[in-house]
C-alpha cells in the first residue's frame, strides 16, 4: 500500500493551492482517507477527512478554506486550500484508514491511519 502526495509549494497570504494523494496498493474506494498537516515544533493535526459514503469533515480551525474530494476511478485524493495564511504552512499528509467505512469523532487521532504519504511542504510567505 503506497500514498503518493503532491502539489506542495509556495504561495503568497491570500493564495490557494491544491494538493493531490495518489493512492496504490489497496482498496482505494472503501478507505477513509484524511489530510493532516504538521508545522515545524507541533503535533501533526487533523485537517480533514472523506469516507466512502462521501461524507466529510474537517477541522474547526479551518472555517469552511478548505475543501477534500475523491475520485475513486483514479484513486486519488484532493485538498483545495483558499485563503491561505502563514499560519498554513506544514508538511501535509495523506492517510488512510483501511478498517472503517464510515467518519468517527476519532478521525483526527494519527493512530486510526494505517497507511501515510511521505508528505508535500506549504509555505506560505510573502
Known amino acids: 500500500a503506497q500514498l503518493v502526495e503532491s502539489g506542495g509549494g509556495l504561495v503568497q497570504p491570500g493564495g490557494s493551492l491544491r494538493l493531490s494523494c495518489a493512492a496504490s496498493g489497496f482498496r482505494f474506494s472503501s478507505a477513509c482517507m484524511a489530510w493532516f498537516r504538521q508545522a515545524p515544533g507541533k503535533e501533526r493535526e487533523g485537517v480533514g477527512v472523506?469516507?466512502?459514503?462521501?461524507?466529510?469533515r474537517y477541522a474547526e480551525f479551518l472555517t469552511g478554506r478548505f475543501t477534500i474530494s475523491r475520485d475513486n476511478a483514479k484513486n486519488t485524493l484532493a485538498l483545495q486550500m483558499n485563503s491561505l495564511t502563514p499560519e498554513d504552512t506544514a508538511i501535509y499528509y495523506c492517510?488512510?484508514?483501511?478498517?472503517?467505512?464510515?467518519?468517527?469523532?476519532?478521525?483526527?487521532?494519527?493512530?486510526?491511519?494505517?497507511?501515510w504519504g511521505q508528505g508535500t511542504q506549504v509555505t506560505v510567505s510573502s
Open positions: 492517510a488512510a484508514d483501511l478498517v472503517r467505512s464510515k467518519i468517527t469523532a476519532g478521525w483526527g487521532r494519527t493512530s486510526q491511519y494505517h497507511v
Open positions: 472523506i469516507c466512502y459514503s462521501g461524507g466529510t
